[in-house]
Protein backbone atom coordinates (compact mmCIF):
# COMPACT_ATOMS: atom_id res chain seq x y z
CA UNK A 1 0.00 0.00 0.00
CA UNK A 2 0.94 3.66 -0.77
CA UNK A 3 0.40 6.88 0.69
CA UNK A 4 -2.13 8.32 -1.41
CA UNK A 5 -0.65 11.87 -0.91
CA UNK A 6 3.58 11.34 -1.70
CA UNK A 7 3.03 7.55 -2.72
CA UNK A 8 5.63 6.55 -0.22
CA UNK A 9 5.52 2.71 0.76
CA UNK A 10 3.47 2.30 3.59
CA UNK A 11 2.79 -1.12 6.16
CA UNK A 12 -0.52 -2.32 6.02
CA UNK A 13 -1.15 -0.98 9.59
CA UNK A 14 0.28 2.33 9.47
CA UNK A 15 -2.37 4.80 10.09
CA UNK A 16 -0.47 8.09 9.20
CA UNK A 17 2.46 8.35 6.79
CA UNK A 18 5.83 8.69 8.39
CA UNK A 19 7.14 10.97 5.39
CA UNK A 20 4.50 13.73 4.68
CA UNK A 21 1.82 12.82 8.13
CA UNK A 22 -0.49 12.16 6.01
CA UNK A 23 -3.88 10.44 7.62
CA UNK A 24 -4.18 6.80 5.92
CA UNK A 25 -7.75 6.77 4.32
CA UNK A 26 -9.51 3.01 3.41
CA UNK A 27 -12.39 3.82 3.44
CA UNK A 28 -14.83 4.98 0.56
CA UNK A 29 -16.27 8.10 1.17
CA UNK A 30 -19.93 7.62 2.49
CA UNK A 31 -22.53 10.00 4.43
CA UNK A 32 -21.06 8.20 7.43
CA UNK A 33 -17.58 8.40 6.55
CA UNK A 34 -17.99 12.24 5.69
CA UNK A 35 -20.27 13.31 8.72
CA UNK A 36 -17.46 11.85 10.91
CA UNK A 37 -14.72 13.82 9.46
CA UNK A 38 -17.15 16.82 10.64
CA UNK A 39 -17.36 15.65 13.55
CA UNK A 40 -14.00 14.84 14.13
CA UNK A 41 -12.90 18.22 13.14
CA UNK A 42 -15.35 20.80 14.36
CA UNK A 43 -18.09 19.19 16.34
CA UNK A 44 -16.41 17.30 18.76
CA UNK A 45 -15.83 18.39 22.22
CA UNK A 46 -12.39 17.68 21.97
CA UNK A 47 -11.68 18.62 18.26
CA UNK A 48 -8.92 20.78 17.43
CA UNK A 49 -11.07 23.77 16.42
CA UNK A 50 -12.41 24.39 20.03
CA UNK A 51 -9.10 23.62 21.68
CA UNK A 52 -7.64 26.53 19.17
CA UNK A 53 -10.56 28.74 20.19
CA UNK A 54 -10.05 28.43 23.68
CA UNK A 55 -6.68 28.09 24.02
CA UNK A 56 -6.37 31.23 22.10
CA UNK A 57 -8.15 33.06 24.87
CA UNK A 58 -6.25 31.07 27.75
CA UNK A 59 -2.91 30.67 26.15
CA UNK A 60 -2.67 32.65 23.07
CA UNK A 61 1.25 32.00 23.23
CA UNK A 62 0.98 28.37 23.37
CA UNK A 63 -0.71 28.36 20.18
CA UNK A 64 0.94 30.47 18.08
CA UNK A 65 4.79 29.54 19.26
CA UNK A 66 3.78 25.99 18.93
CA UNK A 67 3.09 27.03 15.25
CA UNK A 68 5.65 28.64 15.10
CA UNK A 69 8.13 26.34 16.20
CA UNK A 70 7.08 23.70 13.84
CA UNK A 71 3.87 21.85 16.79
CA UNK A 72 1.57 21.89 13.61
CA UNK A 73 -1.01 18.43 14.95
CA UNK A 74 -2.21 20.02 18.62
CA UNK A 75 -4.05 22.92 17.40
CA UNK A 76 -6.26 23.60 14.07
CA UNK A 77 -3.82 24.86 11.22
CA UNK A 78 -3.28 28.71 11.13
CA UNK A 79 -4.64 28.89 7.25
CA UNK A 80 -7.37 26.45 7.90
CA UNK A 81 -8.51 28.11 11.12
CA UNK A 82 -8.63 31.35 9.20
CA UNK A 83 -10.44 30.18 6.54
CA UNK A 84 -13.07 28.87 9.00
CA UNK A 85 -13.42 32.50 9.89
CA UNK A 86 -13.74 33.83 6.62
CA UNK A 87 -16.93 30.78 6.47
CA UNK A 88 -18.25 32.27 9.54
CA UNK A 89 -18.25 35.90 8.33
CA UNK A 90 -19.44 34.72 4.48
CA UNK A 91 -22.64 33.35 6.87
CA UNK A 92 -22.90 36.50 8.56
CA UNK A 93 -22.76 38.76 5.57
CA UNK A 94 -25.49 36.60 3.64
CA UNK A 95 -27.82 36.59 7.08
CA UNK A 96 -27.60 40.35 7.65
CA UNK A 97 -28.17 40.95 3.26
CA UNK A 98 -31.17 38.65 3.39
CA UNK A 99 -32.87 39.09 6.83
CA UNK A 100 -31.37 42.24 8.04
CA UNK A 101 -30.79 44.51 5.82
CA UNK A 102 -32.24 47.21 7.98
CA UNK A 103 -29.39 46.48 10.42
CA UNK A 104 -27.28 48.85 7.55
CA UNK A 105 -29.32 51.72 8.18
CA UNK A 106 -27.73 54.18 10.91
CA UNK A 107 -31.76 56.41 10.86
CA UNK A 108 -34.66 56.82 9.00
CA UNK A 109 -33.07 60.59 7.76
CA UNK A 110 -29.52 59.72 7.25
CA UNK A 111 -30.60 56.23 5.34
CA UNK A 112 -32.69 58.51 2.90
CA UNK A 113 -30.24 61.14 2.04
CA UNK A 114 -27.37 57.92 1.71
CA UNK A 115 -29.63 56.55 -0.66
CA UNK A 116 -30.40 59.75 -2.65
CA UNK A 117 -26.48 60.49 -3.20
CA UNK A 118 -25.95 57.52 -4.18
CA UNK A 119 -28.70 57.42 -6.65
CA UNK A 120 -26.70 60.18 -8.22
CA UNK A 121 -25.51 59.58 -11.80
CA UNK A 122 -22.61 61.66 -11.30
CA UNK A 123 -21.56 59.90 -8.36
CA UNK A 124 -20.19 56.24 -9.31
CA UNK A 125 -19.26 55.84 -5.70
CA UNK A 126 -22.59 55.98 -3.90
CA UNK A 127 -22.22 52.58 -3.20
CA UNK A 128 -18.77 51.47 -2.21
CA UNK A 129 -18.79 50.70 1.35
CA UNK A 130 -22.11 48.54 0.88
CA UNK A 131 -20.14 46.63 -2.20
CA UNK A 132 -16.81 46.26 0.28
CA UNK A 133 -18.42 44.87 3.30
CA UNK A 134 -21.24 42.69 0.95
CA UNK A 135 -19.04 41.56 -1.91
CA UNK A 136 -15.57 42.01 -0.80
CA UNK A 137 -15.67 41.62 2.76
CA UNK A 138 -13.29 37.83 2.42
CA UNK A 139 -10.84 39.92 0.39
CA UNK A 140 -10.91 43.41 2.56
CA UNK A 141 -9.60 40.67 5.52
CA UNK A 142 -7.26 39.13 3.55
CA UNK A 143 -5.70 41.87 2.11
CA UNK A 144 -5.63 43.73 6.14
CA UNK A 145 -3.91 40.52 7.66
CA UNK A 146 -0.63 41.14 5.86
CA UNK A 147 -0.69 44.74 6.72
CA UNK A 148 -1.29 44.30 10.78
CA UNK A 149 1.90 41.35 10.09
CA UNK A 150 3.85 44.11 9.17
CA UNK A 151 2.66 46.91 12.34
CA UNK A 152 3.78 44.40 14.42
CA UNK A 153 6.59 43.37 12.84
CA UNK A 154 8.06 46.55 12.67
CA UNK A 155 7.58 47.63 16.25
CA UNK A 156 9.08 45.14 17.88
CA UNK A 157 11.95 45.78 15.35
CA UNK A 158 12.35 48.88 15.92
CA UNK A 159 12.69 48.40 19.81
CA UNK A 160 15.24 45.31 19.08
CA UNK A 161 13.02 42.59 19.36
CA UNK A 162 14.18 40.70 16.61
CA UNK A 163 12.85 36.94 17.98
CA UNK A 164 10.42 36.40 15.23
CA UNK A 165 10.82 37.24 11.71
CA UNK A 166 7.78 39.12 9.49
CA UNK A 167 6.55 35.50 8.32
CA UNK A 168 6.23 34.16 12.22
CA UNK A 169 4.44 37.81 12.68
CA UNK A 170 2.18 36.83 9.78
CA UNK A 171 1.17 33.70 11.71
CA UNK A 172 0.34 35.61 14.99
CA UNK A 173 -1.68 38.02 12.96
CA UNK A 174 -3.61 35.38 11.28
CA UNK A 175 -4.49 33.49 14.15
CA UNK A 176 -5.39 36.39 15.95
CA UNK A 177 -7.14 37.88 12.73
CA UNK A 178 -9.28 34.45 12.29
CA UNK A 179 -10.19 34.56 16.32
CA UNK A 180 -11.61 38.26 16.21
CA UNK A 181 -13.67 37.35 12.89
CA UNK A 182 -14.95 34.50 14.36
CA UNK A 183 -16.07 36.44 17.49
CA UNK A 184 -17.49 39.72 15.54
CA UNK A 185 -19.65 36.75 12.99
CA UNK A 186 -21.14 35.12 16.17
CA UNK A 187 -22.14 38.08 17.98
CA UNK A 188 -22.75 40.23 15.22
CA UNK A 189 -25.43 37.51 14.31
CA UNK A 190 -26.81 36.87 17.93
CA UNK A 191 -27.30 40.87 18.50
CA UNK A 192 -28.64 41.25 15.09
CA UNK A 193 -31.17 38.40 16.22
CA UNK A 194 -32.55 40.59 19.37
CA UNK A 195 -32.73 43.69 17.19
CA UNK A 196 -29.83 45.61 17.94
CA UNK A 197 -28.40 47.58 15.05
CA UNK A 198 -25.35 46.48 13.35
CA UNK A 199 -23.46 49.91 13.93
CA UNK A 200 -24.11 49.29 17.49
CA UNK A 201 -22.67 45.74 17.43
CA UNK A 202 -19.72 46.63 15.65
CA UNK A 203 -19.09 50.09 18.27
CA UNK A 204 -19.43 47.41 20.75
CA UNK A 205 -16.81 45.01 19.84
CA UNK A 206 -14.43 47.29 18.81
CA UNK A 207 -12.30 48.44 21.70
CA UNK A 208 -12.45 44.49 22.84
CA UNK A 209 -10.52 43.69 19.68
CA UNK A 210 -8.19 45.35 20.34
CA UNK A 211 -7.87 44.85 24.25
CA UNK A 212 -7.54 41.25 22.62
CA UNK A 213 -4.14 42.41 20.50
CA UNK A 214 -2.76 43.83 23.50
CA UNK A 215 -3.11 40.65 25.29
CA UNK A 216 -1.65 38.53 22.44
CA UNK A 217 1.27 40.72 22.08
CA UNK A 218 2.11 40.49 26.25
CA UNK A 219 1.32 36.54 26.52
CA UNK A 220 3.71 35.61 23.54
CA UNK A 221 6.43 38.42 23.78
CA UNK A 222 6.43 38.07 27.86
CA UNK A 223 7.13 41.75 28.16
CA UNK A 224 6.36 44.03 30.89
CA UNK A 225 3.02 45.95 31.01
CA UNK A 226 4.66 49.25 29.84
CA UNK A 227 6.89 47.93 26.96
CA UNK A 228 4.05 45.64 25.46
CA UNK A 229 1.83 49.13 25.35
CA UNK A 230 4.24 51.22 23.63
CA UNK A 231 4.74 48.51 20.87
CA UNK A 232 0.72 48.21 21.22
CA UNK A 233 0.09 51.46 20.27
CA UNK A 234 3.28 51.68 17.42
CA UNK A 235 1.69 48.63 16.37
CA UNK A 236 -2.06 49.96 15.95
CA UNK A 237 -0.06 53.32 14.20
CA UNK A 238 1.75 51.36 11.39
CA UNK A 239 -1.38 49.63 10.80
CA UNK A 240 -3.63 52.76 10.64
CA UNK A 241 -1.25 54.25 8.24
CA UNK A 242 -1.01 51.40 6.31
CA UNK A 243 -4.59 50.98 6.04
CA UNK A 244 -5.92 54.62 4.87
CA UNK A 245 -3.00 54.70 1.97
CA UNK A 246 -4.37 50.80 1.02
CA UNK A 247 -7.75 52.38 0.85
CA UNK A 248 -6.08 55.64 -1.00
CA UNK A 249 -4.42 53.50 -3.59
CA UNK A 250 -8.31 51.50 -3.69
CA UNK A 251 -9.83 54.98 -4.41
CA UNK A 252 -7.43 56.23 -7.36
CA UNK A 253 -7.37 52.73 -8.73
CA UNK A 254 -11.41 52.82 -8.92
CA UNK A 255 -10.94 56.49 -10.29
CA UNK A 256 -8.72 55.51 -12.86
CA UNK A 257 -11.04 52.52 -14.26
CA UNK A 258 -13.82 54.96 -14.47
CA UNK A 259 -12.32 57.20 -16.38
CA UNK A 260 -10.94 54.35 -18.49
CA UNK A 261 -14.64 53.32 -19.24
CA UNK A 262 -15.98 57.00 -20.19
Known sequence: MNCKNCNKALE??????DECGAKVIQNRLTPKVIANQVNEQFLSIDN???KTFIDLFKKPEDVIISYINGTRKKYIDVLQYFAVSLTLAGIQVFLMTTFFKEAFEFSSELSGNMQSIANKENNPY????????TKYQGLVYILTVPLSA??????????GERKYNYTEHLILNLYYSAQIIIITAVFSILFLL????YLIVS???????FLFL?????RVFKESFLNTLAK?????????TLLILLFVLIAIVLVVITLANK
Open 12 to 17: DTQKYC
Open 232 to 240: FILTLVIYM
Open 203 to 209: TILTLPT
Open 48 to 50: KFF
Open 150 to 159: VGSWLSYYIS
Open 126 to 133: GNVMYDMF
Open 194 to 197: LGLN
Open 214 to 218: FYVLK
